[in-house]
């Protein structure tokens, strides 16, 4: 029989060690933490605000633990019902310039955490928490930006000295302009040559108009910019709401995936996401502006006749740096505003010359509505249609010019004042979104579906380890022993990978068991054989494990170009269980080969003269 | 475990049961289509879990009192979980809704929301769509690596049964009108790549003993084959099961289909490396002249145990 050699089993054993040690971490069960940090990302959390805590915390007298992490302070509680009375306490206690949220705080020793091991992250299926796919309408992105061109285009016509007689954005997103005689449009029409870059040229023209249609390239940026500001104040927002280990992340062109582990009200924070709300100040129109350059809009509290603005924006919610929600000395709600330094200058320039007049604020919101259109077949079929509303919320009189701090009155309610102060922190969306897809765990079913997955992956090992046991006796406890070692392998790699395991996912481990097997079966069937054939022992394994190898190889590449497809292709729950059966695959090649291999040999290996073996 | 059956004899025998068996899958798939699940229909999903046992009907009757006519309310699991779908559904907020209108009306009881989903239309056939496309780009990888490995009749006939199985497991879920969603698909793809591995097996031992043994009957060698590998294919498939039943009875309601498609996908498996890959073989008339040219084997001989 072919000599084992030393390095084999050495390697073997290494592998055995590493997977033992960094499978281990997920054998320490979390503790329900809350974890509190600045809001402002500048300030990062130091003793002071730890002390801070642990005096609210030692008042109540709760048991917890309180740590100073790098940005936050973690206090570790023994139960999911302390870490709710310790999170109601702070954010009673300390309402501004903290977040806090709940956490699951892992309680890996440290000796394994300085060697990198860590446990598996656990999906949202299994831990509870939201899943959001949303979508970025694009189009009105693109719209808005002509709307910006246009308000651009008109000012530098006018000290061009260009006349024209109409101009607008149409609903496919292009500027016209309208002029009276074509000398004029021509020399318009080289202005704009020589100044914008970001429409296609020749423009089209006829005799007395121009059609303004943004390039391809233009267009691609535009999108890309309106999903990668999206992103940012997703991500914004997301902090203000304060969840642990969120993740937003854009999926494919047009999409945005948020995921928030631990949260329960999902409305509260759909609603801080999905919120395109933003302000816009303006001056009110006066009797002498022309009617295309104003509009008029409604109350939002639905009280007085809708009054007329300028279309001029001074400027937008952009601009301000922060806000905070707080009342009046009459105990009304209202938003006490900072704007950044060019805001300031800007509201200066435009308040200064102006003082007398109204400076209105508008509420801006960008809300989606179904409406019902008819395909090709004639069918009806819902669309989602994203549409603005724009409404006054002040319109008070200039006293003096306005320079970097105001405040706003005229809101409804605190919780619309704190609604409004926390988006315009977080910054405004450049596009609106729409929810596509909605995915809600609750934090017992994601606990039933761990507690089900464990049960019945250790039912199913147990199965099968008893029946190869019984069926091949001696080189079934090689094959048992080399797939209980391939789950800590699979359990290892996934989490160096830190990977995430999801219900499919541990479906999938379980199926590896029941498959990993299967080369197992292979070699000892052909070893089998070979005995019947009449060959000693020791010549009927190497021929087994030999002639097995190619067949094995085979099988398993094939099946893990399944998976490898799976994961390319699917999403969620088809993600999940491809990554552990692809890991699953190679890991078990590993084990149900080398593994056992090596066992066998150690107990046969050595024997000389060896006349049966137990198979 | 040694076999001595003639499967061959019974190849016509099978060729009229497959067929009869596919031709009902693809008519039912026609006709009656799948139950597809939310993942493919869009539409609002709410899973809520009741202290003691949930009253259907009055639950029903709150949520068409509120509004909610198309609402289908069954148990799910146990009497205290509750399931209501709205299929087809466009607001993601009716979810959120039904929660609160159902919160409100059963004061004296503490509802625990376990879940809720909600799938845009959009979504829903663009889940379809690249579900499709995973599986038709699964089965032409799989071809050109069999193609590679073997020879093209042999990924012709890994194919054939492959396609066999995905058809008759689509056909079984539409018959019995199990909801097909997300991770059933899955499950579909898994079944690919588990007959592919029965089939392989099968395969390659056909391959060798087209090679070694002395007899030109095709037939013959097949046959031998089979029998050879069979006690391998019950064994496998017997553990297989092992861990699907497993998981079918103690894995949760989440994975109850995916467990119940691959029970279904294994079992069919190993009948089509059997009956359809061999038997497309001999229709194919493949014989010992096929394998003359040399295979690439010792090129792997470094990657022996």
Redesign the interface.
């Given at each position: 029989m072919k000599r084992y050699g030393l390095w084999k089993y050495l390697l073997i054993l290494l592998v055995l060690c590493f997977g033992v040690i960094y499978s281990l971490p997920n054998l320490y069960a979390p503790d329900p933490a809350v974890q509190i940090s600045y809001t402002s990302s500048s300030q990062t959390a130091d003793t002071f605000l730890a002390d801070k805590v642990k005096e609210l915390i030692e008042k109540q007298n709760l048991e917890a633990k309180i740590e100073l992490e790098k940005d936050y302070v973690l206090v570790r509680t023994n139960s999911y019902q302390n870490q709710l009375i310790i999170k109601d306490i702070l954010s009673t206690a300390m309402i501004n310039d903290v977040v806090i949220a709940l956490n699951l705080a892992p309680t890996t020793p440290k000796w394994l955490m300085d060697i990198g091991a860590n446990p598996m992250k656990l999906g949202l299926d299994l831990r509870g928490g939201v899943h959001f796919l949303m979508q970025v309408d694009t189009e009105t992105a693109i719209k808005n930006r002509q709307d910006g061109t246009l308000q651009d285009l008109r000012r530098r016509f006018r000290e061009e000295k260009i006349r024209y007689s109409q101009a607008g954005v149409e609903s496919d997103a292009s500027i016209y302009l309208k002029f009276n005689n074509p000398d004029v449009l021509q020399k318009a029409e080289e202005f704009i040559s020589d100044n914008y870059s970001q429409f296609n040229f020749p423009l089209i023209s006829d005799a007395m108009s121009l059609r303004l249609v943004l390039s391809d390239v233009e267009i691609e940026q535009i999108e890309s910019d309106a999903i990668d500001q999206n992103l940012t104040t997703l991500r914004n927002r997301v902090n203000e709401l304060g969840v642990s280990e969120p993740i937003v992340q854009r999926q494919g062109k047009k999409r945005i995936v948020v995921q928030l582990p631990g949260i329960q009200d999902t409305a509260e924070a759909k609603n801080i996401l999905g919120k395109t709300a933003t302000l816009e100040f303006h001056l009110e129109a006066q009797m002498d502006t022309p009617r295309s350059r104003k509009t008029s809009y409604p109350y939002r509290n639905g009280m007085g006749a809708p009054a007329f603005l300028q279309d001029a924006i001074i400027l937008g919610g952009d601009q301000v740096a922060t806000a905070q929600a707080s009342f009046d000395e009459n105990g009304l709600p209202q938003v006490n505003i900072t704007l950044d330094g060019e805001g300031g200058s800007k509201m200066h320039r435009a308040t200064r010359g102006n003082i007398g007049k109204r400076l209105g604020v508008l509420f801006v919101e960008q809300k989606t509505r179904t409406v019902y259109e008819r395909d090709v077949e004639g069918k009806q079929i819902p669309v989602q249609e994203s549409y603005e509303v724009k409404e006054i919320i002040s319109l008070a009189t200039i006293r003096a010019a306005l320079g970097t701090t105001f405040r706003i009155t005229g809101l409804d309610s605190p919780s619309e004042s704190s609604e409004l102060a926390l988006l315009l922190r977080a910054g405004a969306l450049a596009a609106p979104m729409t929810f596509v897809e909605e995915r809600t765990v609750g934090p017992s079913l994601g606990a039933d579906n761990i507690q089900a997955g464990i049960f019945s992956m250790i039912l199913g090992l147990l199965l099968v380890l008893v029946f190869i046991l019984f069926y091949y006796r001696v080189f079934g406890i090689a094959a048992s022993l080399a797939l209980t070692f391939n789950i800590v392998l699979l359990v290892a790699v996934m989490s160096i990978l830190s990977a995430t395991l999801t219900l499919p996912g541990i479906a999938g481990i379980v199926l590896t068991v029941g498959m990993a097997v299967d080369a197992n079966v292979l070699i000892f069937s052909r070893i089998r054989e070979e005995l019947n054939k009449g060959r000693e022992p020791l010549e009927a394994i190497d021929a087994g494990y030999n002639r097995a190898f190619l067949t094995i190889w085979d099988a398993n590449v094939t099946t893990l170009i399944v998976a490898v497809i799976l994961l390319s292709y699917g999403t969620g729950p088809v993600k999940g269980f491809a990554i552990t059966l692809s890991i699953g695959i190679i890991t078990s090649m590993f084990t149900a080969i080398m593994g056992t291999r090596a066992f066998v040999n150690l107990i046969y290996g050595s024997r000389k003269n060896l006349e049966r073996i137990s198979i | 475990?040694?076999f001595n059956i003639d499967f061959l004899a019974w190849r016509r025998i099978a060729l009229i049961f497959s067929s009869v068996f596919l031709i009902l899958s693809i008519g039912s798939w026609l006709f009656k289509d799948l139950n597809y699940g939310l993942d493919f229909t869009g539409g609002t999903l709410v899973?809520l879990?009741y202290p003691d046992s949930a009253n259907i009907s009055e639950i029903r009757q709150t949520l068409v009192l509120g509004g909610f006519e198309g609402a289908q309310v069954a148990n799910f699991g146990s009497s205290k979980e509750v399931l209501i779908k709205l299929p087809g559904t466009?607001?993601?907020?009716l979810?959120?809704e039904i929660v609160s209108l159902l919160s409100s009306s059963s004061l004296d009881q503490e509802i625990?929301?376990?879940?809720?989903?909600?799938?845009?239309?959009?979504?829903g056939s663009e889940?379809r769509d690249?579900?499709g496309?995973?599986m038709l780009?699964?089965l032409a990888?799989?071809m050109l690596?069999?193609a590679f490995?073997f020879q093209s009749m042999f990924a012709g006939a890994a194919v054939i049964a492959l396609i066999h199985d995905v058809i008759v497991v689509i056909g079984i879920f539409s018959l019995i009108q199990i909801e097909f969603d997300?991770?059933v698909?899955?499950a579909l793809?898994?079944v690919?790549?588990?007959s592919?591995?029965d089939t392989?097996?099968v395969s390659?031992?056909i391959r060798?003993n087209l090679r070694s043994m002395e007899s030109d009957s095709t037939h013959e060698i097949i046959n031998t084959s089979l029998n050879?590998?069979l006690?391998?294919t019950l064994?496998?498939s017997?553990?297989?099961?092992?861990?699907?039943f497993?998981?079918y009875?103690?894995?949760?309601e989440?994975?109850k289909n995916?467990?119940l498609a691959?029970i279904f996908g294994v079992i069919v498996g190993t009948y089509s490396s059997i009956y359809i890959a061999a038997n497309a073989l001999i229709m194919m008339g493949l014989n010992k002249d096929h394998l003359k040219v040399e295979e690439p084997?010792n090129a792997?001989e470094n990657?022996?145990?």
């Open positions: - | 475990m040694t899973e879990s466009v607001s993601d907020s979810g959120s625990d929301l376990r879940r809720i989903e909600y799938v845009g239309p959009q979504i889940l690249d579900g496309t995973a780009i699964a990888f799989m690596y069999i490995r997300l991770t698909l899955a793809l898994a690919i790549g588990y592919l591995n392989i097996v390659d031992r060798e050879q590998t006690g391998r064994i496998t017997l553990t297989t099961l092992l861990v699907l497993s998981l009875f103690l894995g949760g989440l994975i995916f467990a691959l084997e792997d990657l022996l145990p």
